[in-house]
């Protein structure tokens, strides 16, 4: 059947593919630094790419399915990476410990980038990163001290401090929109990598989202605290990604109207930490004085 000869060219062997992406990556780069975007071999160049990345999606929708089995279950045949797996708890505790050591190595970065490149900006975003560092590290002091679900009455005060923390947050958001508006600062990422850093920045988000979702109905205030934090961080990495898409691909948009949707997005980030922060203090702050009060009784 001819159809079932089609198909089988999808499906190329391994170094005939291997070839095909070595020969595309040379030729894409070669169109996009010259210049030839729109030049006839251009064309040839977009169709054999198109091709090549159809025939790894089908070879990794054939191939990985049974990687994935025989993956999955090593992880879960292994104490310590089925505890992560299934213990919400001490994945809570493993994922503060790694997101405290990011925080800490952006603070150094940026703090060491503001001092050889002179300009606040960089400051400002080690400011940024600090605050964020801050509670985590209360978090995670709480947790190797006290434990989770072990003593609810100092998890909502922890919980509580932290949302106060959090407002702070709007002051480094504060200044970097204004950087971002009067002093034209900004990310800026050249060439792939932008792509790279928005998939990046959609799948923190949307994972924040879901696990603010899925911890807040565990009832725990530190757990849910950890994943508002993720919250607000992925927010603020939006803002940063719309800098650098103006940055990148701004150009046919005027001055004005890009100030307008960084205003627009950086009042909104704001309004949404505000919210969290605020409600998180409130709920805390009402079942501690339900607690106080029953415990007087």
Known sequence: ??????????????????????????????????????????????????????????????????????????VYDNPTSNRFMTDMKFRTHISLYASLSVNLLYVIFNVL?????????????????????????????????????????????????????????????????????????????HGILIYVMALYTFYITTLAIINLVKYRRLGSPVMSMAKIISMAASLVSILSLETAMFSQFGQDMSPENQRIMIMLTGAGVSIIIVTMSIYSIAKNSKEIKKITENSYE
Do not use: D
């Open 1 to 74: 059947m001819e159809w079932r000869k089609l198909i089988k060219l999808l499906y190329p062997p391994v170094w005939v593919t291997i070839l095909l992406m070595m020969i595309c990556t040379v030729a894409l780069v070669y169109t996009f630094i010259g210049g030839y975007e729109a030049h006839p071999v251009a064309y040839f160049t977009y169709v054999l790419s198109f091709y090549t990345l159809t025939a790894i999606v089908m070879q990794c929708i054939r191939v990985i399915p049974k990687h994935y089995r025989t993956a999955k279950k090593a």
């Open 113 to 189: 980038s503001g001092f050889f490149y002179h300009t606040a900006w960089f400051y400002i975003l080690a400011f940024y990163y600090t605050i964020l560092a801050v509670m985590r590290f209360l978090l995670v002091r709480f947790v190797n001290r006290v434990g989770i679900g072990n003593n609810r009455f100092k998890e909502l005060r922890r919980s509580r401090l932290c949302g106060y923390i959090l407002l702070m947050v709007n002051l480094a958001l504060s200044g970097a929109v204004l950087m971002i508006l009067y002093q034209n600062k900004g990310y800026e990422y």
